[in-house]
């Protein structure tokens, strides 16, 4: 049985948890404790650790999906998970701009060292106050051919779409 | 006794703060990791810092300038000659060795440099030697510095480098040129210092590096380029890791993965 890895990775509430469970076939597996530092100004519950979601693509072969922790805290994870990933999802909660900066920062040090396949996810597009993608792209100074695509964590048609793309752009760099 | 404890629990504000208002005269030892510091006071003001042990001894005055290697040679001649008591701060002010403005002025930025960078530390053993005084021939600042300025600035530039750290998290990152400046770079004017600074960027060298070269603190160095950044002039990167390469072999590429397996996923991901 062969297994594939995407990431999905962005600052606290960004929306992973959720992305994962929208299209997980199995329960995800989410270490969720009740926050006890800032991030329960955000919200009661939040991921300390990581989520992990499953879709079989054949007998043979699996993909696996990795939410990786949000705090700053917990970077030190960033590095496991990140090893031998097939490519990576940044979700950002569009109607936070207070989170550009940290998205950024995780941008930097998953992509930095490594030429990693990936696409930015504008999550809570569903809300009034969302910045557009392309806001986002100038938000994050995203080269052009970066994808920054709209999306609604929680709907599993929307998630779809993104990882589609993202497998799209890892297509274009795969070898025959 | 000595006041022992750690900076994470009681900051280096609150001690400086502590020192100032009980006068109190002493070294102040500190370690961060493979870090060390060294600061002594008198009467609550600041006399002397150092973050490496060759930093304590007078050919530090030879390093910034302030005397030559004849003049040290001579002043410690004095010293030796005078006896208890004397410090080689005094012979060189008292022999006239040095101007005073000049040995006050360059000293004191060196030390202050010395104490603000320590207001990064997230953390570090501290330990207060109540009485302890420097070495009569180490480079003491001939008028003591007060400790409440140290306060203020050490805090500002905290405030100021978690800003700069959001772009520049760290000062082994390479500065470069970019190809095509945006339109906010268009009639920028440098300050004699960013020009000292923007002369060393060439795409190779790291903010540590060019903060050596030009003989500016990193602090400084990391704020001039934040300004470039933002400015549109240049951007960071971090310094690529040499490739390790294989016996007989160039260097190793990453692995890279089979379309077919990408498109099974594809079609697998669309029927969903």
């Known amino acids: 049985m062969q297994t594939v890895k995407m990431v999905v990775s962005g600052a606290v509430n960004a929306g992973k948890t959720e992305f994962i469970k929208a299209i997980s076939e199995i329960e995800v597996v989410s270490t969720e404790r009740r926050a006890t530092d800032d991030t329960k100004m955000i919200k009661k519950e939040t991921t300390v650790a990581m989520d992990f979601g499953r879709i079989a693509i054949a007998d043979d072969l699996v993909l696996h999906l990795f939410g990786t922790p949000g705090q700053k805290r917990f970077d030190f994870m960033w590095e496991i998970l990140s090893e031998g990933m097939l490519g990576l999802v940044i979700l950002v909660d569009s109607t936070r701009p207070e989170t550009f900066r940290e998205t950024n920062r995780i941008i930097d040090f998953f992509v930095s060292y490594r030429d990693t396949a990936y696409v930015i996810a504008a999550n809570k597009q569903d809300r009034p106050n969302a910045w557009s993608p392309d806001e986002l792209r100038l938000a994050l100074r995203q080269p052009p051919h970066i994808k920054v695509l709209p999306c609604v964590a929680s709907d599993r048609e929307s998630v779809k779409h993104v990882l589609l793309d993202l497998l799209y752009v890892i297509q274009e760099r795969a070898e025959d | ?272």
């Open chain 2, 1 to 272: 006794m000595a006041l022992v404890g750690n900076i994470r629990d009681f900051g280096l504000s609150d001690f400086l703060y502590l020192v100032d208002r009980g006068y109190k005269t002493g070294g102040l030892h500190l370690s961060h990791e493979a870090e060390m510091a060294l600061l002594f006071f008198e009467k609550g003001k600041l006399v002397m810092a150092s973050r490496r042990p060759e930093d304590q001894h007078a050919e530090l005055l030879v390093r910034l300038g302030i005397v030559s290697d004849t003049q040290l040679a001579q002043a410690r001649q004095s010293l030796a000659a005078r006896g208890n008591g004397a410090t080689i701060t005094q012979v060189i002010i008292d022999e006239r060795l040095a101007k005073q403005e000049q040995f006050q002025g360059q000293l004191q930025s060196f030390t202050e440099e010395q104490v603000y960078g320590l207001f990064g530390w997230p953390e570090g053993e501290f330990r207060f030697e109540q009485n302890q005084r420097p070495d009569p021939g180490s480079p003491s600042i001939p008028t003591p510095i007060s400790v409440d300025h140290l306060i203020m600035e050490g805090v500002r530039r905290i405030d100021e480098w978690g800003r700069i750290k959001d772009r520049i998290p760290a000062t082994d990152m390479v500065v470069r040129f970019l190809e095509q400046p945006g339109e906010k770079a268009k009639g920028v004017k440098l300050a004699a210092e960013e020009w000292r600074v923007f002369a060393r960027i060439n795409g190779r060298d790291t903010l540590a590096e060019i903060a050596q070269k030009t003989n500016l603190s990193d602090f400084d160095t990391c704020r001039i380029v934040y300004g470039f950044l933002t400015a549109g002039l240049v951007d960071v990167q971090k310094k690529p890791k040499p490739m390790p390469l294989r016996p007989g072999a160039g260097a190793v590429e990453p692995p890279r993965v089979k379309r077919s397996l990408v498109n099974r996923i594809i079609n697998r991901i669309k029927s969903m």
